[in-house]
């Protein structure tokens, strides 16, 4: 079988093609035949060395795939020829892949491969951030900050399926006709001095919750854009520097600042993606999701994919199709 091995962390230019054994795994394991790939912000991150997860070298990237069960543990809910999703912390970049059952799940009977592979980390991460952290309630006013990228779209339709209110901050105006047609209530742009902008839409309120896959200056200017008892959800570090936190800020607001680490919690409650599927599956049938498709590349443009989502250049999500 065909895969991509990364042989330094140096970025997505040290990804090669090898031709692979294929892929056996233990007893636990179900073995997917893959039908297409996810592109997402993790996944660069770990080609430069940067993420927390860094494999000896040389290794298989890779963390989104949907497909075919070509075998599961004969304890599980699931049969071969099932058409699923998977999550891997590697491996991923393969024509074959194994994954820990309790990280795969059936797609709905009208969601294609694609759009599976473009909703496990993204709505997986949303729907834990918004729900199981950040407690969010209908009624609430949520801000999405990066909302044209494929956390931020993602969550602004499920931030809209739980009722919540959304404003969409992006970063031009290009993105903010993506945050539009993702469902957000009102967007801006997350300029200097935003967090006056987001109150005014708010009736000078704050917001209730603000998910936050940026960091850097943004962090900061958006715990003042915050209701008392508001939530700020901290998925990430896109925008490049980890922010510092006075915690003075959270004590005079009565506000809280909240980690989310999905992956990381995939192993210490191994439901965590079966509940989350349920959820997500329902609002898919709903038509309340849909992932923001905006390119499509074949197997062997992945390092061209990772080299522009790097650059900025792909808003919404990048998926690749390996059968059709």
């Keep these: 079988?065909?895969?991509?091995?990364?042989?330094?962390?140096?970025?997505?230019?040290?990804?090669?093609?090898?031709?692979?054994?294929?892929?056996?795994?233990?007893?636990?394991?179900?073995?997917?035949?893959?039908?297409?790939?996810?592109?997402?912000?993790?996944?660069?991150?770990?080609t430069k060395g940067q993420y927390q997860n860094k494999p000896e070298l040389p290794f298989i990237p890779g963390s989104e795939v949907a497909g075919i069960v070509r075998s599961c543990p004969p304890s599980s809910s699931l049969q071969p020829g099932d058409r699923v999703a998977a999550f891997l912390w590697k491996g991923g970049y393969s024509?074959?892949?194994?994954?820990?059952?309790?990280?795969?799940?059936r797609l709905p009977e009208d969601m294609d491969f694609a759009v599976g592979a473009a909703t496990i980390i993204n709505y997986h991460t949303v729907y834990f951030a918004?729900?199981?952290?950040?407690?969010?309630?209908?009624?609430?006013?949520?801000?999405?900050m990066g909302a044209a990228g494929g956390i931020g779209t993602a969550a602004v339709q499920v931030g809209a399926a739980l009722g919540a209110k959304v404003i969409a901050?992006?970063?031009?105006?290009?993105?903010?006709a993506v945050a539009q047609s993702a469902g957000a209530d009102s967007v801006l742009i997350l300029d200097k001095g935003f967090s006056t902008k987001v109150r005014s839409l708010n009736n000078g309120r704050g917001v209730d919750v603000v998910l936050d896959p940026?960091?850097?200056?943004?962090?900061?200017?958006?715990?003042?854009?915050m209701a008392p008892e508001g939530r700020?959800?901290?998925?990430?570090?896109?925008?490049?520097?980890?922010?510092?936190?006075?915690?003075?800020?959270?004590?005079?607001?009565?506000?809280?600042?909240?980690?989310?680490?999905?992956?990381?919690?995939?192993?210490?409650?191994e439901k965590l993606m079966e509940t989350a599927n349920t959820a997500l599956s329902a609002m898919y049938e709903r038509?309340?999701?849909?992932?923001?498709?905006?390119?499509?590349f074949t197997f062997e443009q992945i390092p061209q994919a990772l080299t522009m989502l790097d650059n900025g250049q792909i808003s919404g999500k990048a998926v690749v199709i390996v059968r059709p």
């Design 287 to 296: 038509r309340e999701i849909a992932p923001a498709i905006k390119e499509i």
């Design 130 to 144: 918004l729900v199981r952290r950040g407690r969010i309630e209908p009624g609430e006013t949520l801000l999405v």
């Design 232 to 269: 700020i959800l901290v998925t990430g570090f896109a925008a490049g520097q980890i922010p510092q936190l006075g915690i003075n800020r959270l004590l005079l607001k009565n506000i809280s600042a909240v980690g989310v680490a999905w992956g990381a919690f995939l192993d210490t409650d």
């Design 1 to 46: 079988m065909k895969s991509y091995q990364l042989s330094e962390y140096t970025g997505p230019q040290a990804l090669s093609i090898h031709e692979s054994e294929e892929v056996t795994g233990s007893a636990g394991d179900v073995i997917i035949e893959v039908h297409a790939i996810g592109i997402n912000f993790p996944d660069l991150l770990i």
């Design 214 to 225: 940026l960091g850097d200056w943004l962090f900061g200017e958006a715990l003042r854009t």
């Design 95 to 105: 024509e074959t892949v194994c994954a820990p059952v309790h990280a795969v799940f």
């Design 169 to 176: 901050g992006v970063a031009n105006d290009e993105q903010a």
